[in-house]
């Protein structure tokens, strides 16, 4: 690491969780995120200014006015231009820190991409908005062994959970025999969401991503992790 790099990461090196043994190891690391909306655009932001040295986004939407909002990523000329958002996140991602490789995909992540697009990643972060495409990373997580994260946010609740596969209980099992997921069958088209509960929960799944990447799994919480901002109502279970 240079001296320029130590500079940047200075205080994360500080920080006895993550010392420089643990950011050369953030450094060396890998994440995918699945999807790019609101969630996503903040994962995304969180690992690239914590110096995660290769980060895949994958996204098919495009940038709208109602994302500006809450999608802290973009701003009026995406929305203007109607780009992808993989390809205006990738373009602000280099900006914000150009050590990092940061590769934006135009896809749709589906049972025909899946592999190709997750496989060669240490962890996989959730920025999706449809349990479809969450199963199928949950099912792929489990077949390959890795872990990832699976995040949520509606309205004001979020919640959020890291999956390590033959180590916790996997998406499918929680959803099986979880009545503390009620309201998540609602979306942000039909119930609106606020800007604070996607940027607390993205936050809840970096720090768990930043425990995985620099080596200190022993401080994973393991558990499902619910907030809601306006009720203020925080829960583990």
């Not at 040295?53 to 973009?74: E, K, M, Y």
């Not at 991602?93 to 190709?116: F, H, Q, T, Y």
Request: aromatic share 6%; with cysteine.
């Amino acid at each position: 690491m240079d001296d320029f790099l130590r500079e940047k990461y200075s205080r994360q090196i500080l920080f006895e969780g993550i010392g420089l043994g643990g950011q050369e190891r953030l450094l060396g690391s890998s994440a995918v995120v699945a999807g790019c909306g609101a969630i996503g655009a903040g994962t995304a932001n969180l690992l690239v200014r914590a110096g995660v040295g290769r980060i895949r986004i994958a996204d098919r939407d495009f940038v709208g006015p109602s994302n500006l909002q809450r999608q802290t990523l973009f701003d009026e000329s995406d929305a203007r231009e109607a780009l992808p958002k993989a390809i205006a996140a990738e373009r602000k991602l280099r900006a914000i820190n150009s050590s990092v490789n940061v590769e934006g995909v135009v896809a749709d992540i589906n049972p025909r991409n899946a592999e190709r697009l997750l496989k060669d990643f240490d962890v996989i972060l959730d920025g999706t908005d449809n349990f479809e495409t969450r199963f199928l990373i949950n099912d792929f997580a489990i077949k390959s062994g890795k872990p990832w994260i699976y995040v949520a946010a509606v309205a004001s609740y979020g919640l959020t959970m890291t999956d390590q596969p033959n180590e916790t209980a996997c998406l499918a099992c929680l959803l099986d025999g979880a009545d503390g997921l009620a309201g998540l069958e609602d979306t942000c088209d039909t119930v609106g969401v606020v800007g604070p509960i996607v940027n607390l929960v993205a936050s809840l799944q970096v720090a768990e991503a930043m425990k995985l990447l620099s080596g200190n799994h022993e401080k994973l919480h393991r558990r499902l992790v619910s907030a809601d901002v306006w009720t203020g109502h925080f829960q583990s279970v």
